[in-house]
């Protein structure tokens, strides 16, 4: 088993930023791809943007691209969601997850807990 527990979130007007942490533990050698999502009440939960820890591959969200980024520590073993010139619709509970699979489309295995991201107008 994977656990991951994000944090980060929180309050920002418009225009600004934050960054999302998560870090996992567990059975994390387990763990090839790792990414973000989102879900806002009433929705489909969305992808976000995803990294390949061997290769550092990354994929970005048409909506996000260029304003959000997924770097990663592996001396901190954290992955991170660097998110700049926030709108109000990037409002959500984001989510961090782990998938055993090395591809960007692969379906994910483990899910943290979420956090909420609140953006004002």
């Known amino acids: 088993q994977v656990q991951l527990v994000e944090s980060g979130g929180g309050l920002v007007q418009a225009g600004g930023s934050l960054r999302l942490s998560c870090v996992p533990s567990g059975r994390t050698n387990s763990v090839q791809t790792m990414g973000w999502f989102r879900q806002v009440p009433g929705k489909e939960r969305e992808f976000v943007a995803s990294i390949t820890l061997s290769g550092g591959d990354t994929y970005y969200a048409d909506s996000v691209r260029g304003r959000f980024t997924i770097p990663k520590d592996n001396a901190r073993a954290t992955l991170y969601l660097e998110m700049n010139s926030l709108k109000p619709e990037d409002t959500a509970v984001y989510y961090c997850?782990?998938?055993?699979?090395?591809?960007?489309?692969?379906?994910?295995?483990?899910w943290g807990q979420g956090t909420q991201v609140t953006v004002s107008s």
């Open positions: 997850a782990a998938s055993q699979l090395l591809a960007i489309g692969a379906p994910y295995d483990y």
